[in-house]
């Protein structure tokens, strides 16, 4: 009986301290994932800091990229000039609609040695407009500037001028001969007060180089905004 005893309660401690090492086994680990996540979360900072420099560095070059992509790809093209001789303001006003019309600029065409009124009288034989109109040889006007700014960011050119003996007053002439208009689109208007366009635009063409040269308009001298702004509308442009 003793025996049996002695047996039962050996039995009974063995089994008491296994229990005891399992427990302390499993707190072992819970303490080393524990201790592992503690070390390992400074390094996921890190490592998370890192890739945020990373991005940051990343968005910085395609910024970077993308305002010099900005740059290259900047349109050199597009733009519109509106090109007018004026002798008695009426080519001016036609000039200034159609430039508000488009978004366009302005360029005026001046001569070295303006016209005066009475240099304009046709009437009179003896006048400056006569005797250049009797001598061919005269028209070629000398301008203050045929030079235009940035002459190569418009691709779209309106020429204006008044009708002389049925043609471009001469002062045009001059302008259109001394530039080059390769790879614009070249639209000419006049203004009269009984003469048409005529074969204006296309003597003007024939003196100028390259461009694609379209019909032109002809206005009344003192023509309205609102038919002026009409006809650059059905332009399509």
Known sequence: MKKILIALFSMILLV?????????????????????????????????SSQTNTDASSNESSESTGEDSSDSSEPTGGKTLVVYYSATNNTEAIAGYIAEATGGDLFEITPTEPYTSDDLNWTNPDSRVSKEHDDESLRNVELTTT?????????????????????????????VKANDFTGKTVIPFCTSSSSGLG????????????????????FQSRASEDTVKEWVNGLGL
């Open 16 to 48: 008491s301290l296994v229990a005891c090492g399992s427990t302390g086994t499993g707190e072992n680990a819970n303490g080393s994932e524990s201790g592992n996540n503690a070390s390992t979360a400074p390094e996921s900072n890190g490592n998370g």
């Open 147 to 175: 030079t235009v700014e940035n002459w190569e960011e418009y691709d779209t050119v309106f020429i204006g001028y008044p009708i002389w003996w049925g043609i471009a007053a001469w002062p045009t002439d001059t302008f």
């Open 199 to 218: 074969q204006s635009g296309e003597l003007l063409k024939a003196e100028a180089n390259g461009g694609n040269w379209l019909d032109g308009q002809r």
